[in-house]
Every structure is written in C-alpha cells, then in structure tokens.
C-alpha cells in the first residue's frame, strides 16, 4: 500500500526514469514510429486501456467495426493500475494509444514527455448523476470534504485526477488538502477498505461507485467530479513521433473512437455487456444501473484550471502549455 503527501516528487521522478529507459530503449532497439501492417495491409494498433472504467468505447469500436472499416487491426490491453505509468510503453513503442486521465496525463506533460492527448473519452457533467466520490461509513463523523483534514483517503493511484478533486473540493470546502492522507489501493478493494474502517473514506468511480451506493454501510459526500463540469476524465494520448509520422492513421483511429462514443450514449445495454466481461461485478447488478456519458471533447478552459490548481498543490513540478499537451488535430474546444 502506497502513501501520499511526501513521495509526489518521488513519483514525478519515478515517472522520468521510465521514460528516459523507455526513449532509450526504442533507440537501442532500432525503435520505429512507422506503422506496422496486417498481410491485408490494415495498420497494426495497440491501445492500453484503464482497468477501472471509461474503456467501454473502445470495445464497441472493435465489435461494431468500426476500427476494421477505417482500415485498422487494434489490439485494447489492460494497462498499468495506475495509468499515467503506461506512458513509457508509449514512446517505445509497445503501444500507439493509451488511456489515462487528465492529471495522470499532465505528470508527463510536465516533464517534457514528447506525449499529446488525441481525444477525450468522458467529462464531468452535469448532465448526468456522478458517477464517482467520496464514499465514507454511515456513521463517520465526516460530512463534508473539509472534514478529511487529519483523515486517510484510499485512491486507486497517487497524484493523478482524483487526488487532485480530492483536494480542490477539500480547497474549496474550506479546508486545507495538505492534511489529508492518501494511500494507494486496487480499485477493486476501495468499498472493502472503507467499510471495514482500513481508511477513513475512499474515492471509487464507475460501476465501482455505482455497486458501493447500494452499500447501506456507506453514504455519499458531495457531488464528485461534477462540481468541476468539464474536467476530462478520461482521454487517450500517443507520442508526438507515432502522430508526426502516422498522422493519417491517429485521424482514422480518433473517428472510429468518437463513432463508438456515438453508439456507446445510444446503446446502454452495449456498455453493459462491457462492463459483466471485463468488471468483477455482479450482471445483475449492472443490469440495473444507469451508464457513463462519453464525450470526446476537450475543455481547454477547464484543462487550464486543472492545470494551474495542480501545481499550487504541488502535484505538477511546472505548468505546461497547451501546445505540450493537445496534438493539433484534437477534438478541443474553450467550452461555454
């Protein structure tokens, strides 16, 4: 089990090593950003998705056809627990995309990684009932983000998205986050820590949330990630060298994506059956819960403000600009 408050410079440094090893590595290697191809010549893809959620666009991509009509033979891996760590597999070359989110992204961002978001998949909106948050037992004397000072939160990673909405809401809660505790555990075991008292709240997500709301052990604080609409949950990135030099491919790929986004907001039940093959939960269980709104867009504004608040609470050694995060023909826009 990790802890947070004192390694985030361990893990910004951590996370550089890798992805010096990894450059290295694709140099030594002969590396190549060029496209490798089927024997029908359609363009050879590997995607390292999230173990958690926010994956389900990716399936309906393969099994609606989508990637094959554009041309492309995509292989989704499972990727790190904690994804901002699959970006050393990324520069070389082991794969083309990969999942994280918008802090887990940013970490690598600020160390200069030639890496740039291609698209969304889902942002907090309100829209749609969170889909993730704070979850502590019925009777804690916790009531609101403010009262975590002195707490332990259990996260599914360190440093990325949800450490930081656990701080900004405990900010904006009048509270201050460098008191909080943070420690690292498997998403699957987040209810189980809480309830059993091993922290004193955790923060879930997806249909891991979902299935602890129904927990009569447990209550809900606050409104999650939806206090902040338009913060990107989850996107997909590549290297700049596979876009500078497969451009065209990146464009078809990103497309497929948003097709299946498409059909994953129209077809509910196609998200279900995602979720029983690759999530440990119950099928009926997930049968009765409503699904997560994708979207590809990228709020520039709310991205800017993540951004800024991440390295006033030291999770980002530096700020980095725009044209370090976003390849140009990313689906970005400055929002409302």
Known sequence: METSRIPRRRTVLALTALAVTASLTATACGGDSATATTSDGKAKITVLRSNGAIFEPLYIAQQQGYFTAAGLDVTIKAG????????PSILNGEAQFAMTDSSGFLKGAAQDMPIRVVTGLQSATTKTDPTDGLLVQKGSSISSFADLEGKTVGLSALGGTIQFIVEYLVQKDGGDPTKVKFVALPTTSLTDAVSS????????????????????????????????????????????????????????????????????????????????????????????????????????????????????????????????????????????
């Open 80 to 87: 790190a627990q904690d994804t901002s760590q699959n970006a």
């Open 197 to 336: 008292g091993k922290t004193d709240a955790v923060y879930s997500f997806g249909a891991f949330f979902a299935a602890a709301k129904t927990n009569t052990k447990l209550r809900v604080i606050g409104k999650g990630m939806n206090e902040l609409p338009g913060m990107i949950q989850g996107l997909l990135f590549s290297s700049q060298k596979y876009l500078a030099s497969n451009g065209a491919t990146a464009k078809k790929f990103i497309e497929a994506v948003a097709k299946a986004i498409t059909y994953a907001n129209q077809h509910p039940d196609a998200v279900r059956a995602i979720d029983k093959k690759y999530t440990q939960l119950p099928a009926a269980f997930i049968d009765k819960q409503a699904t997560a709104y994708y979207d590809t867009n990228l709020n520039t504004t709310v991205m800017r403000s993540v951004i800024t608040k991440m390295h006033e609470f030291k999770l980002l050694d530096k700020e980095p600009k725009d044209d370090a995060v976003y390849w140009d023909q990313a689906p970005t826009s400055a929002g409302e």
